[in-house]
């Protein structure tokens, strides 16, 4: 399975401030994905990041509030906009290296706390 | 997808087997059962998915039943590196494509 990391490990930010979360595959892949786990929660999957076109948002999240761009097809940047401390969370990518049907990997994720 | 209902907890003493139960009684044809674990916090792991036949890898078994209204993940002997939050997730592949819905899991704690 290919390897995937993630840059920062956690971040402490000041609300009304933006943070960008990269992450990184080992090899190329087709698709990726950014999802959020609030305190105490399971995941919720925020976008699919589509290679060269805008993401694909699930319901309750908007591009305004979390940008994400997908230059190649082995990177992704995530960014979580005008944070308030709500948006305190783990923030996670994963990957699925071929197929719609392949299975999904995950990052070690990005610990976010905002005060 | 279909819904999945889990125990929110279990234990289990290091060096038993691990039974973790799934029902998902609104399961259609082609939906995948899959299986995910998460170590307090670090990114989730896949263990083992299945679509009717029982599978088996290097890290745990999975059993659906004949009707696949319900499946139970086996880990063979447990250690205490196995205390997770275990996911078991239906998922086709028509619409949502790629996506994976995580339910609330099971927490499994591996005691000596």
């Known amino acids: 399975s290919a390897v995937i990391s993630q840059k920062p490990s956690r971040d402490i930010c000041q609300r009304g401030t933006s943070l960008t979360i990269q992450c990184q595959v080992d090899?190329?892949?087709?698709?990726m994905f950014w999802y959020r786990q609030q305190p105490g929660q399971s995941l919720t999957l925020i976008a699919t990041a589509n290679q060269g076109s805008e993401a694909t948002y699930e319901s309750g999240f908007v591009i305004d509030k979390f940008p994400i761009s997908r230059p190649n097809l082995t990177f992704s940047t995530l960014t979580v906009s005008n944070m308030s401390p709500e948006d305190s969370s783990i923030y996670l990518c994963?990957?699925?290296?071929?197929?719609?049907?392949?299975?999904?990997?995950f990052g070690p994720g990005t610990r976010l706390t905002v005060l | 997808d279909a819904k999945t209902t889990q125990p929110p907890s279990m234990d289990c003493a290091e060096g038993r087997a691990a039974n973790l139960p799934c029902n998902h009684s609104?399961?259609?044809?082609?939906?995948?059962v899959y299986w995910y674990r998460q170590i307090h916090s670090q990114g989730p792991q896949y263990i083992i998915h299945?679509?009717?036949n029982n599978e088996t890898n290097e890290m745990a078994s999975l059993i659906i039943t004949e009707d696949r209204k319900s499946s139970t993940l086996i880990l063979p002997h447990a250690t205490l590196r196995d205390t997770a939050v275990y996911y078991c997730?239906?998922?086709?592949?028509?619409?949502?494509?790629?996506?994976?819905?995580f339910g609330t899991g099971t927490q499994l704690k591996v005691e000596l």
């Open positions: 299945g679509l009717k």
């Open positions: 090899s190329q892949v087709t698709m």
């Open positions: 609104t399961i259609s044809g082609n939906e995948y």
């Open positions: 994963s990957v699925a290296e071929g197929a719609s049907t392949d299975t999904q990997y």
């Open positions: 997730i239906v998922r086709g592949f028509t619409g949502g494509g790629n996506k994976l819905t």
